[in-house]
């Protein structure tokens, strides 16, 4: 009964260092995707995917990068971590109705804290 | 592009006391609307949800009706409790049918004894 999983739940970068945001679902989802929190923005789309093998960019894509080689896992890859990046990631998940249509709740994970100094 | 607003917080309230948490919205055509809710140092988990117009989505106590003519998503309870303390989201999701989400900033609703 995991659901989302994302792993580490806490990191700390130095600037310019590289890492890898992990997140599973095991719900057999099609649909996965990167949030960043910050205070007083809420929550912001960073990247999606509708499918192995399928993303596209959402509000904030910029100095992050994604791949879905399996519909279990999702990772969210910084290049080269800025402060600016300094946030609360979370990963959802959320099925795809026959129909198309919108209204699937998406399934958030517990979130990683990222602190880039 | 699709947008949520909501309300300020945090809202600080006395146990037993009637909640509301405004939210409005600006998209296209007829999203579909939620609340979601994030205890501290959890995820989020979603609360309610209305998919057309004149939908009320209720859970635990929880209202929010659907209102197209004042493109509104109001959530309101009636009688708060210590353990509804957390941070509750208004979002909309898209056209695309991809269940993407727009959220609204946030409001932290407070309770006390």
């Known amino acids: 009964n995991a659901g989302v999983t994302q792993t580490p739940k806490f990191q700390v970068l130095k600037t310019g260092q590289s890492m890898t945001l992990q997140c599973a679902q095991d719900?057999?989802?099609?649909?996965m995707s990167w949030y960043r929190q910050d205070p007083g923005m809420g929550l912001r789309l960073i990247h999606y995917?509708?499918?192995?093998?399928?993303?596209d960019q959402g509000e904030v894509p910029n100095g992050y990068n994604v791949s879905r080689s399996t519909t279990e896992d999702f990772p969210l890859r910084l290049l080269s971590a800025a402060p600016s990046q300094t946030s609360v990631y979370f990963c959802?998940?959320?099925?795809?109705?026959?129909?198309?249509?919108?209204?699937?709740?998406?399934?958030f994970g517990q979130g990683t804290r990222l602190t880039v100094v | 592009g699709d947008s949520v607003t909501q309300m300020e917080g945090p809202v600080t309230l006395s146990e037993e006391a009637f909640l509301t948490i405004n939210c409005t919205y600006t998209?296209?055509?007829?999203?579909?609307l939620f609340w979601y809710v994030q205890y501290p140092g959890e995820g989020l988990q979603l609360l309610l949800k209305?998919?057309?117009?004149?939908d009320k989505g209720s859970n635990k106590g929880f209202e929010a009706t659907y209102r197209k003519e004042t493109t509104s998503f109001h959530l309101e309870k009636g009688s708060v409790q210590v353990s509804d303390s957390a941070v509750y989201f208004c979002?909309?999701?898209?056209?695309?049918?991809?269940?993407?989400?727009?959220f609204g900033k946030g409001t932290m609703l407070l309770v006390s004894p």
């Open positions: 979002a909309l999701s898209d056209l695309s049918g991809y269940s993407t989400l727009t």
């Open positions: 959802a998940s959320s099925y795809a109705e026959p129909s198309g249509s919108h209204n699937t709740e998406a399934f």
């Open positions: 209305a998919t057309k117009a004149d």
């Open positions: 998209a296209t055509g007829y999203p579909s």
């Open positions: 719900m057999n989802h099609e649909y």
């Open positions: 995917s509708v499918g192995a093998g399928i993303t």
